[in-house]
């Protein structure tokens, strides 16, 4: 980032969603800057417009899913250097106490993981696959942990 000017922003109750306003840029500056940025930008456009298909006329529902399909889909695909909105980030928002957000953030989070290279993947579920499956060596793993509570509820039985 070469400038850091000031620039304007929200933050919506409880931290729920928080917004930048950078001066805009014909070099796409927003969805270049960082993957967080990238993040919350596209989480926010997409919670709104999800919002506004619920309650929106009916004769403004094909603008709301167009702009859906253009921030989720075709922007990421089309849009020379954008940077793909940080997985880590939105998996957090995938907890967040607002349903619109947490929904939003999935359909993004499973756009982000479409967009993968098949390595990249393969990489991801890897890692998750060390941390969560039954055939890990760790002792700390998830399954050896229930195992131990069912021998241990088994002897207090017994």
């Not at 899913?65 to 880590?88: C, D, H, M, W």
């Not at 999935?106 to 479409?114: E, T």
Request: positive net charge; charged residues 15%.
């Amino acid at each position: 980032i070469i400038d850091l000017s000031l620039c304007y922003g929200y933050c919506g109750d409880f931290e729920s969603q928080t917004l930048l306003f950078p001066i805009s840029s014909c070099f796409g500056g927003r969805w270049r800057i960082q993957p967080k940025v990238t993040a919350v930008y596209m989480l926010a456009i997409n919670t709104i417009c999800t919002w506004l298909l619920h309650s929106a006329p009916t004769n403004k529902l094909p603008a709301c899913s167009k702009l859906i399909t253009y921030y989720g889909a075709q922007l990421p695909q089309s849009f020379n250097g954008f940077v793909e909105p940080s997985r880590n980030s939105m998996a957090r928002y995938c907890l967040n106490s607002v349903s619109e957000i947490r929904d939003s953030s999935r359909m993004l989070l499973h756009g982000i993981v479409q967009r993968m290279t098949d390595p990249m993947r393969l990489s991801l579920i890897s890692k998750w696959k060390k941390r969560f499956c039954a055939n890990n060596n760790n002792k700390y793993s998830y399954s050896h942990n229930l195992r131990n509570i069912d021998e241990i509820n088994s002897s207090s039985i017994s």
